[in-house]
């Protein structure tokens, strides 16, 4: 579970704003003066919302139940459908707590109103109350629930909702008013997060300190001694300079998105120019190094990912034509920041050298 949670936390877009779509079944168990009425009865949910914050949202919801009783009495059968709506308000708790994660359980609370519409399609003549001569009957509510929200995927998480509805009942022959417990499961389809943009650093500080230290090694040209020779003194031409050919080296950074291991476009060139260098210095070895950064994660986690890169990265090339033989891979996870910044040290870093 804690694998699972940090996991989310990294994912590449914002907790809100978004819009949702749900669909939710279940029951309600209705209380009416009648000891007939009081049983559980099927109920179902369509909601349409969003959140404009990462603990506040809102909803419009349609729903609807119905009772059917076939063997009240000696005299007929009941059918009663309730159609109706609530507007919702939305508290996410967890977002609250943690407002800058994509949080993999919310819990919710809820508050809200509504209206409903009784339609009776058959009632018996000896109910205690005439309910076939009054007709069909509007009547409101007031609501107080809460809900468990499960994301399984970016768009989609599963919903565990129970609540009460306070019905305002004018149906009857007098007014009375009952608590109305309820208890629905139900899918959410989410859709409109904002992507999280990162830009990747320049891949300088590495390249410039291999090229100087491949300067420094270079030897110094060796001196020639002329020959002296007697008259007529002709000159001699003076052969080339020797200079001893120093191993060539070339470094790469590869950087990556937090807590991804795929390798971005932006990066793909840079995966070409190390293979390319690759072929055309067939004796040389290269090493690849993954990091992770100190700032997300954990030290576990940060060690996978950080060998996730690396692996990665080995893959490329391999499929660039480059064999696997001639690719070393290691992982430092967070153990070492090579980077001041701390985004930077999600990477991999390639160093490739001439043997």
Not at 255 to 272: E, M, P, R, Y
Not at 315 to 327: C, E, P, Q, T, Y
């Amino acid at each position: 579970m804690l694998l699972t949670l940090c996991g989310h936390a990294q994912r590449d877009y914002k907790p809100a704003p978004y819009m949702f779509v749900t669909v939710q079944g279940g029951a309600t168990r209705t209380f009416t003066n009648s000891a007939l009425d009081r049983k559980w009865a099927p109920m179902g949910a369509i909601s349409v919302g969003g959140y404009i914050a990462p603990f506040l949202g809102a909803r419009v919801q349609g729903n609807g139940w119905m009772w059917d009783e076939d063997k009240l009495d000696a005299n007929g059968t009941y059918n009663n459908k309730w159609y109706g709506g609530n507007a919702d308000l939305l508290v996410n708790l967890t977002g609250i707590i943690f407002p800058k994660r994509n949080n993999l359980l919310n819990v919710v609370a809820i508050a809200g109103y509504g209206l409903q519409y009784a339609k009776f399609d058959a009632c018996p003549t000896s109910h205690r109350y005439p309910l076939n001569e009054r007709g069909n009957r509007w009547t409101h509510n007031t609501r107080l629930a809460g809900q468990l929200d499960l994301n399984i995927a970016k768009h989609f998480s599963v919903l565990l909702e129970g609540g009460y509805d306070l019905e305002h009942d004018h149906v009857h022959n007098f007014k009375v008013e009952k608590w109305w417990p309820y208890a629905m499961l139900g899918l959410s389809y989410k859709f409109g997060h904002p992507k999280v943009r990162t830009t990747a650093p320049l891949t300088t500080s590495v390249v410039q300190e291999i090229a100087e230290d491949a300067n420094a090694n270079v030897a110094p040209a060796t001196p020639v001694v002329e020959e002296k020779k007697p008259e007529p003194v002709v000159e001699e031409k003076k052969p080339e300079p020797v200079v001893q050919k120093v191993p060539e080296k070339q470094a790469e950074n590869i950087f990556f998105l937090k807590g991804s291991a795929a390798i971005g476009n932006q990066q793909a060139t840079v995966i070409n120019s190390i293979a390319q260098w690759a072929k055309d210095h067939p004796q040389a070895i290269i090493q690849l190094t993954g990091y992770a950064d100190k700032g997300t994660g954990t030290a576990r986690v940060n060690q996978a990912i950080s060998e996730r890169r690396a692996a990665a990265v080995k893959d490329a090339l391999v499929r660039r034509g480059i064999k696997a033989s001639r690719i070393a891979t290691e992982a430092k996870g967070d153990t070492e920041q090579p980077f001041a910044d701390n985004d930077q040290n999600r990477a991999v870093i390639a160093i490739s050298e001439e043997k």
